[in-house]
């Protein structure tokens, strides 16, 4: 059986809420891939991996182009500029906005509604 960590000692995670602005509608695997391009351009791999990054394709609202990645508080800005340094996913233009940092994944929800 695995024991948690109490939380104490669990890692804080922010969520930066993210709208990708383009012309057509893009894939998710396709903005992961020029997120994690952007994030390894920016950050380098030691730096991504200190971040503890992660994008969450549950929460990725094709309609709507939104999505949220978390980090840790220390790297937000860093997150936040690496997201605004991708200019084009495959032949598309394309801007990333960031929406809001949030705490928790039910508020950044209510963020979007």
């Given amino acids: ?30 903005v992961k891939n020029a997120v994690w391009n952007g ?11 200190k971040a503890y990054i992660k994008i969450f394709k549950n929460l990725w609202n ?6 949220f990645v978390s980090c840790v508080p ?13 200019h084009q996913i495959g032949d598309q233009r394309v801007i990333f906005q960031v929406i809001r940092v949030s705490g928790t994944i039910k508020s950044a929800k209510k963020i979007i509604k």
Avoid: I
């Fill in 39 to 49: 994030f390894f351009n920016w950050l380098g791999e030691e730096g991504v991996s």
């Fill in 74 to 86: 220390k790297y937000v800005n860093s997150v936040k500029v690496a997201l605004s340094l991708v």
């Fill in 1 to 30: 059986m695995k024991m948690k960590k109490p939380p104490s000692m669990r890692r804080k995670k922010h969520y930066v809420v993210f709208r990708l602005l383009s012309d057509e509608p893009v894939d998710f695997y396709e």
């Fill in 62 to 67: 094709p309609k709507t182009q939104t999505g």
